[in-house]
């Protein structure tokens, strides 16, 4: 092996990121939600008339995967779409009053989970792991480079 098993933070990260989504499933299910459901209603708040496409890109998902989620908020009245003014390919996405009360419902109950995770560090933690989990990036982003 090029690296010892213990020395390897891959598995960490992960086991970190499936825990964190799990409670957020948890979490947002009552209000009928999944977790990519949840994203994009609270990426559509700040940015209300947003495309499909810089939604996927606000929520970390593809294109296509994002055109899935959108059809079942729309379908379920959470979202409606229309035809931006001057770009008549794009399709604008706003949240309807049926999506507001579902992302409230969903927020309350998601919010104790990132409270939970900010408590346990102070604000200078918060920030040094922001930094770190950013330099993680950077680092794969620069590896997968090299394949």
């Not at 609270?42 to 998902?61: K, Y």
Request: overall charge neutral.
């Amino acid at each position: 092996m090029g690296m010892p098993v213990d020395e390897r933070l891959g598995l960490d990260i992960k086991r970190a990121e499936q825990t964190l989504i799990a409670a957020k499933q948890a979490a947002v299910r009552p209000a009928g939600l999944t977790v990519p459901q949840y994203a994009t209603l609270l990426a559509l708040v700040g940015n209300p008339g947003i495309s499909g496409a810089a939604l996927a890109r606000a929520c970390l998902v593809t294109p296509q995967a994002m055109t899935v989620v959108l059809k079942n908020l729309e379908e379920r009245g959470f979202v409606e779409r229309s035809s931006h003014p001057w770009h008549r390919n794009v399709l604008e996405t706003r949240l309807t009053e049926a999506g507001h009360a579902a992302l409230t419902a969903a927020d309350e109950r998601a919010t104790v989970i990132e409270r939970a995770i900010a408590s346990e560090f102070s604000a200078e933690e918060r920030e040094q792991l922001r930094s770190l989990l950013a330099r993680c990036n950077e680092a794969i982003a620069r590896a997968t480079l090299e394949l």
